[in-house]
């Protein structure tokens, strides 16, 4: 494909780096890591500065931007933007369950050890060095703001500015914390859809109760479950989520024969729903990336326990779940199905390395702001504001005008009002 095209009044630069798989041992193994250059044509290149985007998830490649809109808009009117493909996403040496196949569950478990923030931060920091850039910006949205503080925890010398989105994490907590915090906000999701739609209660228990009396299969030929029809309220931490939610379940039956039965058109979109499939990498190491020097046994799913109440009995009301990943997708979903094994090795790793710093946190001099959302259903704010107190040169802006996708709804003028922010910081006495 092109190195290098034109759209309109933007340029953009493909550039593939050959980077360690693991940089303890950098002869080793090497994997491919993609980037995308985005710059106005416009602009005076010269002195322009660099801004990296780093992708929420884990397992997600960076935006495929093809217009000047939203938070590009604004960060193209003074830097010259990298959209980085994380390790094992995009264009980068791929993960998937074809790609790890040929591999021992072992073996695969020790390959995904090194597709954590750690590392990512590691290959931003090569890249910076191979384009030659001293110093440059960052932006990191959601799981892109985890990885925002790793960079700020070990290379801040290597940053001017950081601004973060809805991904704050707690420094030092364990997931079992997280999920603790999460699953009372995914009840306070509930309450407000059901709500809103409470005829939605009603046919989502129709829903629940078909799948457990009928053998139901997605497009793909897996079987579809109660649990994965429950999943799909992951959903409702986004913004204007409940008319969306409500349209889809508003035509989940069809009637054939005079017998009703869920249609096609609801069971591809349920398929659609799950990303895992094809990004195993959300599934199998979204626990950890909350580990360090611990093992994450499964928190989501033991969390679950003390709320009986998600756990689905016909004629009881009826919720939908979260962010949250459970073992039994590697018993359902076909893609995971492969992975099982490495999953169960990976839930069980406690010598996960430190992600964070907080020695050299507490000493932070880089401008870092932060949109901090009230109702985030992903990212618990209060250990948002726990984490940013300990760190100097930080500032929240706490809103309840957005959800979690907040970058994406109204990206513009949130990186407008963090960019002032941090600039007014800069300008602080030190």
């Known amino acids: 494909m092109q190195s290098t095209f034109i759209d309109g009044d933007i340029i953009f630069r493909q ?28 602009k005076d290149t010269t002195d322009l500065p660099w801004l990296v985007y780093f992708q929420g998830g884990p397992g997600f ?69 191979k384009l030659g850039v001293k110093q440059w910006s960052i932006l990191g949205q959601s799981f892109g703001g ?30 079992d914390d997280v999920y603790q915090a999460t699953y009372k906000r995914v009840l306070d999701k509930n309450k407000a859809f059901f709500a809103q739609f409470p005829q939605a209660q009603t046919q989502c228990q129709k829903i629940a109760e078909h799948l457990q009396v009928n053998d139901v299969h997605l497009p793909n030929g897996q079987r579809f479950t109660v649990e994965q029809f429950q999943m799909i309220g992951i959903n409702l931490g986004r913004s204007h989520a409940n008319v969306p939610m409500y349209y889809l379940l508003e035509g989940a039956f069809v009637s054939i024969e005079g017998e009703e039965t869920l249609s096609y058109d609801f069971l591809n979109a349920m398929l659609a729903e799950q990303s895992h499939q094809t990004n ?46 459970y073992p039994w997708m590697f018993d359902q979903f076909n893609c995971l199905k492969p992975l099982k094994e490495a999953a169960e090795i990976l839930a069980t790793k406690q010598d996960w390395v430190d992600l964070y710093d907080v020695e050299a946190l507490t000493n932070n001099t880089v401008p870092v702001t932060c949109a901090v959302y009230a109702e985030d259903m992903y990212v618990e704010m209060a250990y948002s504001l726990e984490t940013l107190s300990g760190i100097p040169n930080s500032k929240a802006w706490i809103t309840n005008e957005y959800e979690h996708n907040g970058l994406r709804a109204d990206g513009e003028r949130i990186l407008d009002k963090l960019i002032e922010m941090g600039d007014n910081i800069a300008h602080l006495p030190q």
Not at 20 to 37: G, H, M, N, T
Not at 296 to 315: D, I, L, M, T
């Open 15 to 42: 550039h593939q780096f050959e980077l360690p798989l693991d940089y303890s041992a950098p002869q080793k193994q090497s994997i491919q890591v993609f980037a995308r250059e985005v710059v106005d044509l416009n």
């Open 61 to 129: 490649p960076s935006p495929r931007p093809d217009s000047r809109s939203g938070w590009l808009k604004r960060a193209l009117e003074q830097y010259r933007v990298l959209l980085l493909d994380q390790r094992g996403t995009g264009h980068s040496t791929v993960i998937s369950h074809q790609t790890l196949s040929p591999m021992t569950a072992q073996q695969q478990a020790d390959y995904l050890s090194h597709f954590r923030a750690d590392n990512i931060v590691r290959d931003a920091e090569a890249i910076r060095e």
């Open 146 to 175: 985890f990885c925002s503080l790793t960079y700020l925890s070990f290379y801040p010398q290597s940053l001017t500015r950081a601004y973060l989105t809805g991904g704050v994490p707690s420094l030092t907590r364990h997931a």
């Open 280 to 325: 195993p990498i959300y599934a199998i190491l979204h626990e950890p990336l909350y580990c360090q020097n611990t093992a994450s046994e499964w928190s989501a799913h033991r969390v679950r326990q003390q709320y009986p109440a998600f756990n689905f009995q016909s004629g009881q009301p009826f919720l939908f779940t979260g962010e949250m990943v």
